[in-house]
C-alpha cells in the first residue's frame, strides 16, 4: 500500500537523507516534504495523461451563459487538473479559466482528475513523484547543487519512461 510519507520517504532515499514517519513532525527532512508534496503532485500529474488519473465526464451545462460569443458554458469539475480532450465535439469551443465555451447543448470530456489516494497511483507515477519531490528538495536537504541536477534528470528519466508504458 502506498502513502504519502512512502512517496516521501522515496525521494528522501534517493537524497541519501533519513526517512521520517508523518509528513508533520517536527524535522529537517519532513518540513520540506509537508510544504512542497501538493504542488509537486499536481505538477507531475499534469506533465504526463497517467492512465489511472483520466476520468471520462459528460458536463451539464450551467445555467449561467456566455456574455457574447457561445449559447452555452460548461464549468470544468473541481478535480479537473489538466484537460486532454472534448469528445464527440464538432461546433467550435474555447476554454477560458475553468469554462468551456460553447455552441453545443453535451460536453464531453477526457481530463486528468486529482486523485489524492497514492493507493490509486501506478508505479510509474509514484516514482516520478518520488522524483520530483527529490528534485524540488535536494537543495534545502543536502546543500548540493550537483544533486539538484542529479535528481532533476532522474525525474525527466522517469517521465520518459511513463511514456512507454
Not at 26 to 43: E, F, G, Q
Not at 72 to 97: A, M, N, W
Not at 106 to 134: C, F, H, Q, W
Request: aromatic residues 8%; hydrophobic residues 40%.
Amino acid at each position: 500500500m502506498a502513502s504519502v510519507v512512502e512517496i516521501c520517504n522515496g525521494a528522501l532515499n534517493q537524497l541519501g537523507a533519513s526517512t521520517i514517519l508523518t509528513l508533520t513532525e517536527d524535522s529537517k527532512n519532513a518540513r520540506p516534504c509537508n510544504a512542497r508534496y501538493l504542488n509537486v503532485r499536481d505538477a507531475v500529474f499534469r506533465h504526463h495523461p497517467w492512465n489511472c488519473l483520466l476520468k471520462r465526464v459528460q458536463l451539464p451545462a450551467d445555467t449561467e451563459t456566455p456574455a457574447w460569443g457561445f449559447t452555452k458554458q460548461f464549468t470544468l469539475p473541481s478535480d479537473c487538473l489538466r484537460l486532454i480532450k472534448i469528445l464527440d465535439y464538432e461546433s467550435d469551443h474555447v476554454v477560458e479559466g475553468r469554462k468551456i465555451l460553447s455552441n453545443s447543448s453535451t460536453m464531453k470530456i477526457l481530463y486528468i482528475s486529482r486523485v489524492t489516494d497514492p493507493n490509486e497511483y501506478d508505479s510509474g507515477l509514484i516514482e516520478a513523484l518520488s522524483m520530483r519531490l527529490a528534485a524540488e528538495m535536494a537543495y534545502a536537504i543536502t546543500g548540493s547543487t550537483s544533486m539538484v541536477q542529479i535528481t532533476t534528470s532522474a525525474y525527466d528519466q522517469s517521465l520518459k519512461e511513463a511514456r512507454f508504458v
